[in-house]
């Protein structure tokens, strides 16, 4: 039987293949599904996101849509969508993370558009940084966010 995804990770707009390469691996070794909106700067072959991904690209579960009013049909509960940006104060701290969450991020340069964070600021969470930088590298603010859900899931015997 095989084992249901932890998250659901999702770019919208990515714009770097090293970075969507990156969080590719990273779901790999989480057990996270990798969801991309479009349109992307990059094609899904891109020799850099290959490189970036190494070999685990072949392991990685993924899906594409074309936009993200076609992704957030796909999902059954809105109310398990939270929303990383630089433009809040709570934190990721706060999410109280579940087997299934779907973990939203923007693109690289602008990170998501202001009207996502509008109609969901409940759901909209931070990575706090305390020292002079815009916003940590995407691949790098994907993985904290995995991380600290594996943390919570896993003390709570939820995984």
């Not at 932890?6 to 989480?30: A, H, M, S, W, Y």
Request: hydrophobic content about 35%; glycine content about 6%.
């Amino acid at each position: 039987m095989e084992k249901s995804s932890l998250f659901k990770i999702v770019l919208v707009e990515p714009e770097i293949p090293q970075n969507t390469g990156n969080i590719g691996r990273t779901c790999v070794g989480t057990n996270c599904e990798l969801h991309l909106i479009g349109p992307m700067s990059f094609e899904i072959n891109d020799t850099q996101l290959k490189r970036a991904g190494l070999d685990y690209w072949q392991h990685l579960t993924w899906f594409y849509y074309p936009t993200y009013e076609d992704w957030f049909k796909t999902v059954s509960d809105p109310s398990r969508v939270f929303y990383f940006t630089t433009k809040v104060k709570k934190t990721y701290y706060d999410i109280q993370y579940q087997p299934g969450d779907w973990l939203v991020f923007g693109k690289e340069t602008k990170g998501l558009p202001p009207e996502i964070i509008l109609n969901y600021q409940d759901q909209a969470v931070t990575i706090p940084q305390t020292g002079p930088v815009r916003s940590l590298n995407l691949a790098t603010a994907v993985a904290i966010s995995i991380y600290e859900g594996f943390r919570q899931t896993q003390v709570a015997g939820k995984i």
